[in-house]
C-alpha cells in the first residue's frame, strides 16, 4: 500500500476544543420566532388580516435597516442571526392594529439603528430596542398609539375602536371588564400581540422547555403582578389573574424582559429583574398616570441591570459553596 | 457510595464508535521518534548516541530534577539521529529517531522489581516511566509519594474517559481488568489507604461489569467501581473528587492535600503490569478515530509511533486530514504534522477532514451566559474575555480566572462560537506574567 504522509505544516492547528455545539446565535433567535408564533396567529384571529401586513412591515423593515447600516458603515453583515426579524416582529405585537404603517416603520428605524446598531450591533444595546420603540412610538403618536380596534367579538356595525381592559379599569368603570376567561383567550382589545394570554404562555413555556430561556425572571415578573394585585384588591384572586392577562404583562414577561442582552446574568440578579419589573408595572397601573406599565418597567430595570449584576455577581462556586 | 451532589456539567456527542473492537497490535514501524519531553516536568537529557544500537525497555533519557520521569525505549533498533522537533505542546522537544530492527528484543535492564520498602516502591515506580496517562502527564512517583502521606486514605481511580471519541481506558478496562485491580491493591497496599473507588461514567457497562466480576471474584470489599454521570467533563480530576467525596478541591491544591490519591485508569494498569513484567512503559492503547480515517479502531502502538504510520495500520487516511489532534476532541491538542509521534499520554488520534476541522466563525456574544451554566466551578468566561480584552489583571483575579481548567465546555456550548476556553487559558497566562513582576 502507498503510504499518503507528511501532511506536514498543512494541517489547521486551533484551540481547543474541537467540536463545538449545534446551537448557534440563529437557532436562538429562530426558536424565539417560532415561539411567538401562536401569539401572531392569535392576533390575526383578534384583529383581521392588517395585522399580518403591520407584522411584515416591521419585520422587514427591521431586518432591512439593519442590512443597510451594516452596508453603509462596512461592518459584516449579521441579518442572518434572525436577532433584527425578532425585533420587528415585537414591535408588531406592542402596537395597536390599526397603527398607520409607516409608524411601525418608523419604530423599527428608532430600534435597530438608533437603539441597537450605534451602540455596536448585537449584544451591545444597553436597553430592549422593541421595548424602547413601543415607547417612543407612544410617546410621539399618543393618539395612534392608543386607538385600539375592537377584538372581532366586540366589533359592531356602529363601533370599530374601544377601551382596552385596563383603560377601563383606570376609567373606573369595572363593571364593563371583560370576563377573565376572555382575558385569557385574548378576546379584548389591546396591541396586536399581546391580548392573549394563552397563546403566550405556550410560546414561553416553549422557550423554557428548549432552554433558550430561565423560568426566573417571567416567574419573578408575573409573581409580583400577582401578589400585588392580589393585595392591592383586597385579596382577590379575580384581579390578580385579571392583571396577569391585562395588557403587555405576558408579551413583556416571556419575550422582551428575558432579551439576554439586557437583563442580569446570574439567577439572583434575574430574581431582582423580574421582581423590579412586577412592582414598577403595578406601580404605574394602580398610581400612574398611564394605565399600563409594562414597557416603562421593562426600559428602567434594563437601565439597573449593570448595577443589578454588580450586585450580585458570583466568583467562585466549587460546589455548593460560593465565594463573593 | 454516592453523595448525590454534582457539579454543572454538559452534554457531548459520545461518538464511541471504537467501543465495541478488540484492540490490535499494530506492526513495529521502520522508524520511532522517541521524545524526551514525556512528562509535565523537566525534559529529559538523551543517554544514547547517535548510531547506538538500543533494545525494548531499555532507558534512553532520564532527568535529576524532582519533578521527572525517565524515557524508555519502545523497540529494537539503532539510533539514527537526535534531532530537535517542533511538537504538539508549541515548544521544541529533542527526539530521538530509531531505525528499527523489527526483532524487538528485550533490554537486560527489564527485570521485575525487588521491593522491601516504601522507598523501593516510589523508585520503581519512577523506573517504570510512569506519567498520568489521561493527558496530564504528571510523574506518578511524585504523586504516589505526597508529603502527607499518613492523612490520605483513598484512592481514586479515573476511569471517567469523558472525552467524545475516545474508548482506549474502556477497552483497557474490559481487555486487561487484572492489570487495574493489580495497580489498586499495590497502589493500596504501599500507601496503606483504606478505600479505594474506581469512577466510570456509566456508558461503559461493560467495564463496570468487568472490574465488578474481577473486585467480587478476587473478594476485595475495600474497592469499589463507581458510576458517575455520563456528561462532560465528569472525568476532570476536580470534579471527580467532589463527585465521589464531596470535596471541592480548588486550583492548585493536590488530591493529597485533602487525603486523596488520584490517578488515571491506564497509568494504575500499566503500573499493575509492571510489577508484574517489569517492562516499562513502552507500547500504549491509542483510539484513532475521526471523519478522515478508514478503519477507526484502538491499536496498540509502540510510543514514538509516528502518526502517519498509525494511520496507515487503520486503512489510511480517507480524505485529506485537515486537522489532527492528540487526545480527546475537548482538551486535545492540535498537532501541525502527521510526522509527530505519540506520547506516553496520548490516549488518542483524531483526524478529521475538510468539514470537521473547520473552525466555526465567530459572532458577537449575546450574554447568553451559556458558559457560565456549563462551568463546573461556575465561573464567567464571557466576563474573563472581556477583562482580557482590556488586559484588566485585577478583574481577571476577582473573577478567579485562575480556577479555570481549561475542560473546553464553554467554548463548545457558546452559540456565537466564540474561543473562550482559549480566551481563559491567554488570561491565565497575562495573569501569571503580572504575578512574576
Known sequence: MEKTRNFHDKLIVSSAPHIVTDSDTTKVMGTV?????????????????????????????????????????????????????VTGLLIAFNVPASLPIWMGVLGSFVAIVVVKQLYGGIGKNFVNPAITARIFLFISFSAQMTTWPLPRTAASADAVTGPTPLNLLAGGETSKLPSNMEMFLGFIGGSVGEVSALALLIGGIFLIWRKVISPIIPAAFLGTVFVIAFLNYGFSLHMAIFHLCAGGAMLGAFFMATDYVTTPKLPMGKLIFGIGCGVITMAIRIWGSYPEGVSFSILLMNICTPLINRLTYKYYCGGGKDEK | MSQGKHLPSILVPHHKNTAGRETEVMPIPDVVRISMSQSIGAPCKPLVQKGDYVKVGQKIGDSDAFISAPVHSSVSGTVKDIVPFRGSMGGTETHIVIETDKEQAVSEEVKIPEINSFDDFIKAVRASGMVGLGGASFPTYVKLSPKNLDECDTLIVNGAECEPFITADNRMMVEQGQDVLD???????????????IGIEENKPDAIANLNRLIEQEGLTNVETFKLQSRYPKGAERVLVYEVTGKVMDAGVLPAQLGIILDNVTTVAELGRYFRTGMPLVRKRVTVDGDAVNDPKNVFAPIGAQIADIVDFCGGYKAEPKKIVMGGPMMGRATNSDESPIMKNTGSLLIFGQEAAQVKEETACINCQRCHSACPFGLMPQIFAEAYERRDVDRLNKFRVMQCMGCGSCSFICPARRPLAMTNTLAKGLVKEAMKK
Open chain 1, 33 to 85: 420566532l417560532l415561539a411567538l408564533l401562536p401569539a401572531f396567529v392569535a392576533g390575526v384571529y383578534v384583529f383581521g388580516g392588517r395585522v399580518v401586513l403591520l407584522a411584515i412591515a416591521c419585520v422587514i423593515s427591521a431586518v432591512g435597516f439593519e442590512w443597510l447600516y451594516n452596508l453603509i458603515t462596512h461592518k459584516e453583515q449579521t441579518i442572518g442571526d434572525l436577532s433584527a426579524a
Open chain 2, 183 to 197: 495497580g489498586v491493591k499495590i497502589i493500596m497496599e504501599h500507601l496503606d489507604l483504606k478505600k479505594g473507588y
